[in-house]
């Protein structure tokens, strides 16, 4: 088993007699002094980012999406459709609006027009139910 030299003594659970030698570890070289040193500056700056991150915490939690009042939702809207004017979403939008209406009327006089099968299929089906 592999203990960390920062454990001063450990003692078997059974037997009684110590792993560590009798007159205590030997002192760090310099170089595990160096590393020591390091990762110990690197884990207290790393606890002090974190207490900065914690103190800047609010008190009280804030709800992200708490409903908004009628007049910040009507100007929200109408920047929002500014943007997709701007942007140009608009005609796509509403070119897109009625090619689905153009497909619900035009599509509303068939009698297929809520088949999901395709038209080969669908061709069949009726050629069999005419035959009968």
């Known amino acids: 088993m592999f203990f960390s030299r920062c454990l001063q003594v450990v003692f078997k659970t059974t037997g009684g007699?110590?792993?560590?030698?009798?007159s205590g570890l030997r002192p760090l070289s310099p170089s595990?002094?160096?590393n020591r040193k390091k990762n110990l500056a690197l884990t207290m700056k790393n606890m002090s980012i974190?207490?900065?991150?914690e103190a800047n915490?609010?008190?009280v939690p804030v709800r992200l999406f708490k409903p908004l009042n009628f007049s910040?939702?009507?100007w929200m809207k109408k920047k929002l459709e500014e943007t997709r004017a701007a942007l140009g979403w608009d005609m796509e939008a509403?070119?897109?609006q009625e090619q689905a209406r153009a497909l619900?009327?035009?599509g509303a006089g068939r009698q297929d027009a809520g088949s999901m099968l395709p038209p080969a299929a669908r061709a069949a089906l009726q050629s069999s139910a005419q035959e009968k």
Do not use: S, T
């Open 72 to 74: 910040r939702m009507q």
């Open 94 to 96: 509403r070119a897109l």
């Open 17 to 22: 007699r110590a792993w560590n030698p009798p």
């Open 50 to 53: 974190l207490k900065l991150a």
């Open 104 to 106: 619900r009327v035009g």
């Open 57 to 59: 915490q609010p008190e």
């Open 32 to 34: 595990q002094r160096r």
